[in-house]
């Protein structure tokens, strides 16, 4: 980590899921610029967002990193057990990896991605899958960087990205 960014990683708490869910809806709206109808970013709701983090964060299977510089949350990153059916055992699933605009291209993603891998890892999984619209250059280009690949299969089965056609990665952890 660069000392200018003095990035802190934490686990998320009932307390942070307004700040979580105004962050998720933020960061859809710039990084499916493009991607996603606008309409479609338009009508995302933080308190739809909001719900569906206090609901996970409360579940406990679910784990949720935030990355914080000062009193700021920049990104946030999820991670549970495989929801794929053809998942093998020790299976997990990266849920979300997103940030603020402005962190995007600071080395905060590379950071988040390698805590929440951590989190999985410390919860006795060997291996992540993860799914990513496949018309997303950006986030594919990361993935792959950080050594991840696409293992072929594809899907529209999330309804929150329009249908649009989704891509699953898989990395050992």
């Known amino acids: 980590m660069r000392a200018e960014n003095a990035w802190r990683f934490r686990g998320a708490e009932a307390d942070d899921v307004d700040a979580l869910a105004a962050l998720h809806v933020a960061s859809w709206r710039w990084a499916y ?37 000062g009193d700021r949350l920049l990104g946030f990153a999820s991670g549970a057990a495989s929801r794929d059916d053809d998942a093998r055992p020790g299976t997990g ?13 600071t080395g905060l993603g590379t950071e988040l991605f390698v805590e929440i891998q951590g989190e999985l890892r410390a919860r006795g999984f060997v291996r992540a899958t993860l799914w990513v619209l496949e018309s997303n250059a950006r986030a594919r280009r990361f993935y792959e960087r950080e ?23 898989a990395g050992d952890l």
């Open 93 to 105: 699933e990266v849920g979300a990896i997103y940030l603020a605009e402005e962190a995007a291209g």
């Open 33 to 69: 610029r493009g991607l996603l109808d606008a309409d479609v970013l338009d009508r995302l709701s933080v308190d739809e967002r909001a719900s569906m983090w206090r609901e996970l964060i409360d579940g406990g299977e679910t784990v949720v990193v935030l990355a914080e510089r």
């Open 147 to 169: 050594g991840w690949r696409w293992d072929g299969s594809t899907s529209d089965h999330q309804i929150q990205c329009d249908r649009q056609p989704i891509v699953r990665y």
